[in-house]
């Protein structure tokens, strides 16, 4: 089938953030996060503002025993999703996959030493399921020259969305650092080492260049003719538009566009978010995208131990059937 042609008849996907920040849970030292920044719990290390060397405490804990690949996969056929788009790395820099190229990963710097991506990858391919790949092209709190280091003028998280309080001298930064030890070995690995890629999903583009976002875009290309790449690589680029966060009422005529929303108020794994959206919101809210030409793609958080929360799988479950 085209890689566009199933896109737009996709529907539905679902959307999997994990990482160290599950094992916080939004809390960090007796304190929870500040509320208004709660849905944001995969960026704890940034709003807390958590040394590396803290931070790192959290991989020798990480454990999660009960991940289950072919569970996760055939929950989301239940579930109705067409596709799954799952972290391999988000902005605390830590990889879901074995890297050669960082050994901050979950092979090599925690207890697990299974490589998640490589198992979703293969029962993807078991059970006939699209996987998509998110990998944060810019931020990088693990790395002094990760980008995010030029003032913001939305607010959203703070002036700079860099890692400030290891690294604290803007001036002195340089993504292109980054970018060249880290970002696009990375890159690489994850579209050469688990087999067909449907789409990769970029994120946060603020500092890297045209330049940088196309030679991005035609590594994809290169190694994987048939991924698409969403409008988050930056720079006006990409084979689909990513809607804003929880954004419904957002489209992009003309475009291929999906809209990613939480099920609840968080991403990332939270223990005390319990608001979580009913099963007649959610095919509300799918209708409502889908009559617009907008793919629904809905999050769970896993907790650090591999499980998906048990209202999570209840609620998308009676949604699979609802549809």
Known sequence: MDNKKWFKEAKMGLMIHWGL???LAGEYKGKRLPEDRQPLSEWIMKIMEIPIKEYEKLAPAFNPIYFDADEWVTFA???GMQYIVVTTKHHEGFAMFK???????????TPFKRDVIKELADACKRHDMKLGLYYSQELDWHEEHGGGYKYSEDGIIDT????????PSSDKKDFSICFEKKIKPQVKELLTNYGDIALIWFDTPRVITPEQSRELYDMVKKYQPDCLVNSRIGNDMGDYYSCGDNQTNETKDGMLCEC?????D???????DNNWKDANKLLETK??????????L????????????????????ELGKMK
């Open 160 to 167: 700079v969305w860099s890692n400030s309080w290891d690294f």
């Open 99 to 109: 890297s050669e190229a960082d050994s901050y990963n979950i092979v090599d710097a």
């Open 21 to 23: 920040y599950s094992l």
């Open 260 to 264: 990613p929303c939480t099920m609840n």
């Open 77 to 79: 056929k239940e579930a």
């Open 298 to 317: 809905i999050n769970v958080g896993p907790d650090y131990l591999g499980r998906i929360p048990a209202p999570s799988i209840d609620i998308l479950k």
């Open 266 to 272: 968080t991403w990332g794994y939270v223990s005390y």
């Open 287 to 296: 209708n409502k995208l889908n009559a617009n030409g907008v793919n629904y």
